[in-house]
């Protein structure tokens, strides 16, 4: 089955830790993206990544990084940086910018 | 400048009643694309529709129909005799000419109350 994957589900991490979010797609599409949702709050975009080894910051980028070193693959690292970093995060995939975003089950950061 | 605006932040009716999510967007673009998510308490949101602007038919999906109406910039969304599991936050979003970056509604929460 086609789909995106996200790991872990659940994650908590000691304030001043780096933490590096897992997102898989197997759908063939050349751009994925990283949402960050706060409670009772919409959506908003962190990166976004159009095509292999190639990004662009959304919104509110800072604090956070990303790599796109294969179609399948766009980790996040939310770094130290962030001041705030915890929030339900988002990972997205689409074929080009026009086309349907398809998001995958989300993964819940803790900072402790 | 683009935008979109989901007015209503919560509706609560009780099942079987019928219920509608307005939709209002703001564009320059003659281009642009037009969705809909539904998001459960489970977190992941589910893709329900996407409209571009030339193609102005309303849609039926089941209990669920959209209307876009270019004249008033809207695309509202409406569940006919509503279930328990039907209560979700929907969002509405918009993507001009092929933009990476979708526009986000602030979402309505949908209460079904048995």
């Known amino acids: 089955d086609g789909g995106i994957t996200q790991s872990p589900k659940y994650l908590f991490r000691k304030e001043g830790q780096n933490v590096t979010l897992s997102c898989e797609q197997n759908?063939?599409?050349?751009?994925m993206y990283w949402y960050r949702q706060d409670p009772g709050q919409g959506l908003r975009l962190i990166y976004y990544s159009q095509i292999v080894n190639d990004f662009q910051k959304g919104d509110i980028a800072e604090g956070y990084s990303v790599s796109r070193e294969k179609k399948e693959s766009f980790p996040l690292t939310v770094t130290s940086a962030q001041k705030n970093p915890t929030a339900f995060y988002l990972c997205?995939?689409?074929?080009?910018?026009?086309?349907?975003?398809?998001f995958g089950p989300g993964t819940r950061l803790t900072v402790l | 400048a683009q935008k979109v605006t989901q007015a209503q932040t919560e509706i609560s009716v009780v099942e079987k009643e019928d219920v509608t999510l307005d939709c209002v967007y703001e564009?320059?673009?003659?281009?642009?694309?037009l969705f809909w998510y539904k998001q459960p308490p489970s977190g992941e949101l589910v893709f329900l529709i996407r409209r571009n602007s030339f193609d102005e038919q309303n849609e039926i999906s089941g209990r669920y129909s959209w209307n876009f109406q270019k004249s008033t910039s809207s695309f509202n969304f409406t569940i006919t005799a509503s279930q328990v599991v039907d209560s979700a936050v929907y969002f509405c979003a918009l993507s001009e000419r092929g933009n990476y970056q979708l526009i986000w509604g602030a979402g309505t929460k949908l209460i079904i109350k048995p």
């Open positions: 564009t320059r673009d003659t281009t642009y694309y």
């Open positions: 759908l063939n599409h050349d751009a």
């Open positions: 997205a995939s689409s074929g080009t910018g026009a086309d349907t975003q398809y």
